[in-house]
């Protein structure tokens, strides 16, 4: 299925990404090759879109405004170095391009059982973070971006946000889910059984084996794959879910930035895909 981009049609909601939560962790402006970019935040944007079926109406925004002295510290060593990106600088060993896979799930809950049209799925993997996702390497910056895309595949499969919200994207793309009144709806009503999606898949491939850098900023760049399924089954009654709509797949940037002991990531590219379902 070829890219799809938002249009300005009717949607069912706004989800928007003009929080300013972010603003305490990154710095006020970015390298000028990122700020370019149309960050769109499309995993925020795109996943509350595939849950409700919408496109959300977002605006390109700053990385975020830091007010602590380690943001401005930050912020000046963007602004000294050169505007254009670099090999990078981190550390460790190179990735595989590719799809990108999380190695550390729990599994204690038993044999996974994925859903059917009369079943909701069970014991289904919860992803774990690993000690390495803390590194300021390629494997710990891997490892994070790693995490966001099977955190976000088991909330879509659960509804549980715990190993989302423990994920290193930027708090108004996390917020994007839980403040989007009819995204908030139909994951609580899979948390509680009430309906659930046909294994739904979110995929992240990388499209070279490490990222790039500029000062202390880091970017790589990518695709996502957001597939719900074939179906969604809501209070016991199955509905299809027409094929143009099963998926969002876009081009992606993960732009990252190292702070104390810990990744933040934002998510800037195409548009988040006008595909998905309402109930």
């Not at 899979?190 to 294994?199: F, P, Q």
Request: proline share 5%.
């Amino acid at each position: 299925m070829g890219k799809k981009s938002a249009g300005p049609g009717t949607s069912l909601v706004t989800a928007s990404l003009e929080s300013t939560d972010e603003r305490a962790n990154m710095p006020t402006r970015l390298p000028h090759h990122i700020s370019r970019r149309a960050a769109l935040g499309v995993l925020g944007a795109g996943s509350a879109t595939v849950v409700v079926g919408c496109a959300p109406a977002v605006k390109p925004v700053d990385l975020g405004q830091g007010s602590s002295s380690s943001a401005s510290s930050s912020s000046s060593s963007a602004s000294s170095s050169s505007s254009s990106s670099s090999a990078s600088t981190l550390p460790g060993n190179s990735k595989n391009t590719g799809d990108v896979k999380l190695e550390k799930y729990d599994t204690s809950a038993g044999e996974h059982q994925p859903a059917t049209r009369t079943e909701k799925p069970k014991n289904v993997p919860k992803p774990l973070l690993s000690d390495k996702a803390k590194e300021k390497t390629i494997d710990g910056l891997y490892e994070n971006i790693a995490y966001i895309a099977a955190s976000m595949q088991y909330l879509f499969q659960t509804g549980d946000m715990e190993p989302f919200e423990k994920c290193a994207l930027v708090s108004s793309e996390k917020s994007s889910l839980s403040s989007n009144t009819d995204a908030s709806k139909m994951l609580k009503m899979i948390k509680e059984g009430n309906a659930w999606l046909d294994n739904p898949t979110v995929v992240f491939s990388l499209n070279t084996s490490t990222p790039s850098s500029s000062g202390s900023f880091y970017s790589w760049d990518g695709t996502m794959k957001m597939n719900m399924g074939s179906y969604v089954v809501v209070n016991s009654m199955s509905k299809d879910v027409e094929s143009s709509k099963q998926q969002v797949d876009t081009d992606i940037t993960f732009e990252a930035l190292y702070s104390g002991s810990s990744w933040t990531i934002r998510s800037s590219g195409g548009a988040a895909g006008s595909g998905g379902f309402s109930i």
